[in-house]
């Protein structure tokens, strides 16, 4: 599995349409994610930032990660993401395990 962070912003209509109406975001947030086989970890809304709402999700790869991003872009209430793939403290001590593995094998130019 994989770590993804979604910062998305909403057009302002998809604002208007959150704000006035009793949709849950979060839920159908999670059913996406789900349906991909992963899991979302946290749904936050952001104050003062260039998005408006931060997803974390657990997904088993980067292809189902972009699937379910495309669906949420394409419905047309996403004005604009960024994605921040993330990682683990164990994924960290297992990329140093693999620096001190290959470190030997690289020749800087020169």
Same mark, same amino acid.
């Given at each position: 599995?994989? #770590?993804?962070? #979604?910062?998305?912003? /909403?057009? $302002? =209509? ?8 009793? *949709?849950? +975001?979060? &839920?159908?947030? &999670?059913?996406?994610?789900?349906? &991909? ?6 749904? /936050?809304? #952001? ?10 999700? =657990?997904? $088993? ?8 991003? #495309?669906?949420? *872009? ?10 921040? $793939? ?9 990329? +140093?395990? *693999? /620096? ?6 690289? &020749?800087? $130019?020169?």
């Amino acid at each position: 599995m994989a #770590l993804f962070m #979604l910062m998305m912003k /909403y057009t $302002p =209509d998809a604002v208007k349409s959150i704000v006035e109406g009793d *949709t849950d +975001r979060e &839920a159908v947030a &999670a059913k996406v994610c789900e349906a &991909a086989g992963g899991k979302m970890i946290g749904f /936050y809304g #952001l104050v003062g930032q260039e998005h408006h709402v931060a997803i974390i999700a =657990d997904m $088993p790869s980067v292809s189902e990660y972009i699937g379910t991003v #495309l669906v949420a *872009t394409m419905g047309g209430a996403i004005e604009s993401f960024k994605t921040i $793939p993330m990682y683990s403290n164990a994924e960290m001590h297992k990329a +140093r395990d *693999t /620096y001190k593995k290959v470190k030997s094998a690289y &020749a800087p $130019p020169g």
